[in-house]
C-alpha cells in the first residue's frame, strides 16, 4: 500500500512566515507560523526589515510545523516557496544580507539599483533570497521580478543588453539565475535543514510573486473570474494568456503557470492592516471584553457591525491611510458622522470601504479587458467573516466565494511544488484535486441596489476633500 504524501508550503508575507504541511487532497495537516518584527523606518520613505528577520522567522515557523507533523518525514516530497512581492534584497559573495532587505514599502525599491555598499554582490527579490539559504543555489523565479527589475516580461527572463536593462543599475553579474515557476531551485541543504527543520535533500520548487501564488491557490482561472486578495495590501486579479502592455486601469503580471499572466486591479495600500488598526485603537479592554464572550476582538467587531445598517446611515472611510508616493499629501478619512454613530459603524464603514474601492478598481479592469464577472473569490484572513464576505456579494452584486483554505498562498506553494515532483500531471489537474470551496455567499437585492448608488456617491468624494489636504500636508510637513 502507497504511504500517503504531503507537500510543504512556505508563505512568507508582509506580516509573517507561515509554513504549512498539505496532504496531496488540499488538506492542512499542520502549520507553523511567526510574526515578523516591526520595520526599520530610520526616515520618510525608508521602510526595512530588521537584521535576518526573513530567515529567521521562516527558522521559526518551520520548526513548529515539523513538531507538530505526526506523520513519516520521509513521506514528505517537496517544498513549494512563496514570497512578498517588490521587495529587494543585497546579498554579499556568500549569499548573506550585506545590509538591511528593503521592504514592498520602501521608496528605493521604485528607484534604480545605486552600488553604494562595496559589499553587495548579488541583489535579488525576497524570494532569491530564501531560495539561496534553503539550497545554497543563486537561483529564483522569473515571477517573482516585476517593477524595477531588467526582466523580460514576453520572454520571461532578463532584458537583453542595451539601454533598457542599463536603465535599472544592476550589472547583470549581479543577478540571480531565473527559472519558470514548476521548477526545482535546488535541494535542502544540510544547514537550512539544521536551521528549519525540513527534511534535508528536499527538492524547493519556485512558485512566483505572493498573489499570483495565492491566485493559484483559490483556483481563480479563465475570464469569468476574479480573486479578491485581503491582505496589507488588497488587490483583485484575473488570469489571461495575453501580455498587454500601456495598461490604464491594472498592471500584467506574471502568473504562477508557465507563460500564463496575471491581471491586477489598483488596490488599497494598508488595507487590512487598517482593520488591524481599528482593532487597536480600541485598546486592551475591548479585547478582554471580547475573551469575557469567547472571541477574539476581530468576531466581536464583526458581530456588533452587522447590526449597523448597510450604508452605514451615510458613514463613509476613505481608505488613504498610506498615501501613494506621488501624492504625499493623501490621508484617511470618516466622513459623515452624526449622533446615530457609534464603534459598530465605524467598523463597518472600513468593511464596506473595502468593498466598494475594490468594486470600483475591478469594474475599471474588466472594462479595459472587455470581461465579464460572474464571480468573485475572496482570500485572506478578512474573508473568515460571514459579515464581510457578505458586504463584498452586496457592493459586486454577484457571488462571492471563500475556499476551506484562505491562506491561499501556502496552497499555491504546494500545487507548484506537486506539479514539480509529479505528484500531478499538470497545474488544472492539482487545482482541481486541492482546491475546495467552503462558502457561496449570494446578493442581497435590497442591499446591493443601495450600494450600488452609495458607491458613485464614494468615488467623487477625495475630489473634494484632497485640496484640503494638499493643504494641511504643507502645514504639517
Not at 528577520?53 to 506523520?71: E, H, N, R, T, Y
Not at 500601456?246 to 500564463?260: D, E, G, L, Q, R
Not at 478619512?333 to 468594486?359: Q, V
Amino acid at each position: 500500500m502507497t504511504n500517503k504524501k504531503y507537500i510543504i508550503g512556505i508563505d512568507e508575507g508582509s506580516q509573517s512566515a507561515k509554513i504549512l504541511i498539505f496532504d496531496l487532497e488540499g488538506n492542512i495537516v499542520c502549520e507553523g507560523k511567526q510574526d515578523l518584527r516591526p520595520y526599520d523606518l530610520p526616515r520618510p520613505g525608508i521602510v526595512e526589515h530588521p537584521d535576518d528577520d526573513w530567515w529567521d522567522a521562516i527558522c521559526v515557523a518551520g520548526k513548529q510545523a515539523m513538531a507538530s507533523f505526526k506523520g513519516d518525514p520521509a513521506d514528505i516530497i517537496g517544498v513549494g516557496l512563496c514570497t512578498i512581492r517588490y521587495c529587494r534584497a543585497f546579498l554579499k559573495a556568500d549569499g548573506s544580507l550585506a545590509q538591511p532587505a528593503l521592504s514592498w514599502m520602501d521608496v528605493r525599491v521604485s528607484q534604480a539599483y545605486q552600488h553604494v555598499n562595496a559589499e553587495v554582490k548579488y541583489v535579488t527579490a525576497s524570494s532569491g533570497y530564501i531560495s539561496h539559504r534553503l539550497t545554497g543555489q543563486f537561483k529564483d523565479t522569473v515571477a517573482n521580478y516585476q517593477g524595477m527589475w531588467p526582466i523580460d516580461t514576453d520572454q520571461w527572463q532578463w532584458l537583453a543588453d542595451g539601454p533598457a536593462f542599463d536603465s535599472i543599475g544592476i550589472p547583470r553579474e549581479m543577478l540571480f539565475e531565473l527559472v519558470m515557476p514548476g521548477d526545482i531551485l535546488g535541494h535542502v541543504t544540510a544547514e537550512a535543514a539544521a536551521a528549519t527543520g525540513i527534511p534535508i535533500g528536499l527538492p524547493v520548487v519556485a512558485t512566483a510573486n505572493d498573489k499570483a501564488v495565492e491566485a493559484l491557490g483559490v483556483g481563480c482561472s479563465g475570464t469569468e473570474s476574479a480573486l479578491i486578495s485581503l491582505g496589507t495590501y488588497i488587490a483583485a486579479m484575473a488570469e489571461g494568456y495575453d501580455n498587454p502592455k500601456n495598461t490604464v486601469n491594472f498592471w500584467t503580471n506574471f502568473a504562477s503557470k508557465p507563460h500564463s499572466y496575471l491581471y491586477e486591479s489598483f488596490g488599497i495600500r494598508r488595507g487590512m492592516w487598517t482593520v488591524s488598526w481599528f482593532k487597536d485603537i480600541l485598546g486592551e479592554s475591548y479585547e478582554e471584553m471580547a475573551k469575557t464572550k469567547g472571541m477574539t476582538a476581530e468576531e466581536y467587531l464583526s458581530l456588533e457591525a452587522a447590526q449597523a445598517p448597510a450604508g452605514c446611515d451615510g458613514l463613509m472611510t476613505i481608505l488613504d491611510w498610506l498615501a501613494p508616493t506621488d501624492k504625499l499629501y493623501k490621508k484617511g478619512l470618516m466622513i459623515g458622522f452624526d449622533g446615530r454613530h457609534k464603534r459598530a459603524h465605524m467598523y463597518r464603514s472600513i468593511l464596506e470601504a473595502i468593498a466598494m474601492t475594490m468594486k470600483l478598481r475591478v469594474d475599471e479592469m474588466c472594462a479595459e479587458l472587455e470581461m465579464t464577472l460572474k464571480e468573485i473569490i475572496v482570500s485572506g484572513g478578512g474573508s473568515n467573516s460571514d459579515l464581510f464576505m457578505q458586504i463584498f456579494a452586496d457592493v459586486f452584486g454577484i457571488p462571492a466565494k471563500r475556499n476551506v483554505v484562505n491562506g491561499a498562498a501556502g496552497l499555491g506553494a504546494a500545487i507548484c511544488a506537486a506539479v514539480a515532483v509529479n505528484a500531478f500531471k499538470d497545474f488544472d489537474e492539482a487545482v482541481e484535486k486541492m482546491v475546495k470551496v467552503k462558502d457561496v455567499f449570494t446578493p442581497n437585492p435590497e442591499n446591493s441596489q443601495m450600494y450600488g448608488q452609495l458607491t458613485e456617491i464614494y468615488k467623487d468624494i477625495t475630489n473634494h476633500t484632497d485640496p484640503i489636504l494638499q493643504k494641511t500636508y504643507e502645514l504639517f510637513n
